[in-house]
């Protein structure tokens, strides 16, 4: 309890998380018959592993594809489509965010690229500022649920038994749920903002397809290489940074190699707040396994919940309350090792648990007062937290209509999986 309480304050006063979870290990290894080196220990045994080695590729093929300016060909060819449509370029906003997912696999990337182009054209064609950011963010949590997603990697690598091809494909449709939710939600609401637009015709739409085939290959190769059994993840993730190297550099040929070592800084430094993170949580994990506190957290919930329904929507509580605070990632490597143990004893399906717990906790990059989505969102339009926040709040429902479904009809989300065999 003292170690947790130190960890609340640090959090508190603004400390990184990384640097507050490592300071309480520090200080509750220091109570125990244990050399303080063992912390070092094991905080390098949590990055020594293969897989993980996925994090940083799939960051870096991003930075490489969202430096080849393929986000204009995506916006190009998600306006062919649905341009025309009431509330036309809020809807380009949702689909965008869709093709963008297969691209980068995090919201805060897909925030952040498509809010530069998206906050500015939306506020000229008659959209408030804050409403096109808010559904900049909104659409952003589609990004870490159609794959390739980081959440799901570090999912699988925290957890034992699940697989990420399944998860992969079970965050598909969770991810158009949303997607198709926003779009009925900007449809309804936000169609007074601009004027209609003609109809593309066919000939224009296979012109906007043809620049857009290189982005829309990526993710067909990177989970389809996956699915077949040719390459594991982490061989994808090497596979998917190579191919938007040489697209950028040799087909595009909007990468010159004088960029290069700015893209691979960005992705090092990106790469580096999760990595940090993932080491001293393991450190923590070991500690908690040590002290018994999942088994004895596990015990008092099985007592007290005996239906698995009725610990989803406990899980559901937990985690929508944990991601106002904690950012997603942080906070599935700190729960994941305590929920997922009753989740198995309870016979939860483990790959409908995963989906339900990364959708939950991605919601949380953008609900106030901590959504990382809502930062990088307000950086653009520059309107205020409490502007953006109020115009989100309706999106926000949108996106828990889609968790109460994912949640208690399980069919949806492992669907696709078992079509394939997992």
Known sequence: MLGFGVLLILLFIGSPIAFAILIGV??????????ISLVAQRVFAGLDSFSILAIPLFVLAGELMNESGITSRIINFANSLVGHMRAGLAQVNIWASVIFAGLSGS??????????????????????????????????????????SIPVIIYALITTGVSVPAL?????APGLFLAVGLSVYVYIFAGDYAELKPKQTIKERMKAFVQAWIPLFMPIFIVGSILTGIVTPTEAAAFAAAYA?????????????????????????DSSVVLIIMAVIAAANWLLTFSR????????????????????ILVNVILLVVGLFLEGIAAMLILLPILHPIAMTLGIDPVHFGIVVIFNLMIGLVTPPMGICLFVSNSIANVGLAAISRQIMPMFLVELAVLLLITFVPSTVTFLPRLFGY
């Open 26 to 35: 520090v200080g509750h290894v220091s109570t125990l018959p244990f050399n």
């Open 107 to 148: 919201a805060v990337a897909d925030t952040s690229a498509l809010g530069r182009v998206f906050i500015p054209t939306m506020e000229k064609e008659g959209y408030p500022r804050s409403f096109a950011a808010a559904l900049t963010a909104a659409s952003s949590v589609i990004g870490p649920m159609i794959p390739p």
């Open 168 to 172: 992969f494909l079970a965050g598909v």
């Open 245 to 269: 190297l040489l697209a950028g550099m040799f087909i595009l040929r909007t990468l010159k190699i004088m960029d290069l070592p700015a893209i691979f800084v960005r992705a090092m430094r």
């Open 293 to 312: 506190v999942p088994q004895t957290v596990s015990e008092i919930v099985l007592d007290s919940v005996s239906s698995p329904w009725m610990f989803l």
